[in-house]
């Protein structure tokens, strides 16, 4: 069964840094990008970034560039994502989500969110 | 970056009604676009990619069309499980872009 299984979100104060992961299983993991989607509260999705299988090429939405950072390990088939400098509107749902292909058209897989909650 | 634009934002239906959804994008993404159905608590599925083909297990009563900047996505006779909020979006170009969102409702 493919799966991906977030964990590392928490509450975080204002300027603080938190790392998440997101652990695949059940596909070749190397074989395809992967993505960071969030959700805030009551709102509709947002993509945050993506990287490529082999994790040489990477893409960020403009709100966390320069603060957010992604990356992989294929040896353990995890996804991270790196959050500095962090905001009361980082706040939201962070999923992992699979695209169909290298870079593919449409996510097939997403985890089952993990909550970051940026507050004082 | 590419703007997708879904209407409605809401929509009031009853089970066996057909319900259609639209999506305009604000620049041709050729077929680089997905649907995807989200239901409260729970991460989103993919429905339909490429626009118009249906993703293994999903029921053959959603279907998409479309192609370039319009986009439609029909559900032909909606059964209780289907109220959810659908999103559509664009892998045509980064940054991704999902739309705002269509609330489908019981009436």
């Known amino acids: 069964e493919l799966q991906l299984l977030e964990s590392g979100g928490g509450l975080v104060q204002p300027g603080g840094s938190l790392r998440l992961s997101c652990v695949a299983s059940?596909?070749?993991?190397?074989?395809?990008?992967m993505s960071w989607v969030r959700q805030a509260p009551g709102k509709g999705l947002e993509w945050v970034s993506a990287?490529?299988?082999?994790?040489?090429?990477?893409h960020y939405a403009d709100s966390v560039k320069g603060r957010f950072t992604i990356s992989r390990d294929n040896s353990k088939n995890t996804l991270y994502l790196q959050m500095n400098s962090l905001r009361a509107e980082d706040t939201a749902v962070y999923y992992c989500a699979k695209s169909r292909g290298n870079w593919g058209n449409g996510f097939d897989v997403w985890g089952q969110g993990t909550l970051v909650t940026v507050s004082s | 970056d590419i703007q997708m634009t879904q209407s409605p934002s809401s929509v009031s239906a009853s089970v066996g009604d057909r319900v259609t959804i639209t999506c305009r994008a604000s620049?041709?993404?050729?077929?680089?676009f997905a649907w995807y159905q989200q239901k409260a608590g729970k991460a989103p599925k993919v429905l339909i990619f490429?626009?118009?083909t249906l993703q293994n297990g999903v029921p053959s009563r959603f279907s998409g069309s479309g192609s370039g900047t319009d986009f439609t996505l029909t559900i032909s006779s909606l059964q209780p499980e289907d109220f959810a909020t659908y999103y559509c979006q664009q892998s045509n170009t980064f940054p991704y872009t999902f739309g705002q969102g269509t609330k489908l409702e019981i009436k």
């Open positions: 059940g596909f070749t993991f190397s074989s395809y990008a």
């Open positions: 490429g626009a118009s």
């Open positions: 620049q041709d993404i050729s077929n680089w």
């Open positions: 990287i490529s299988g082999s994790g040489g090429s990477t």
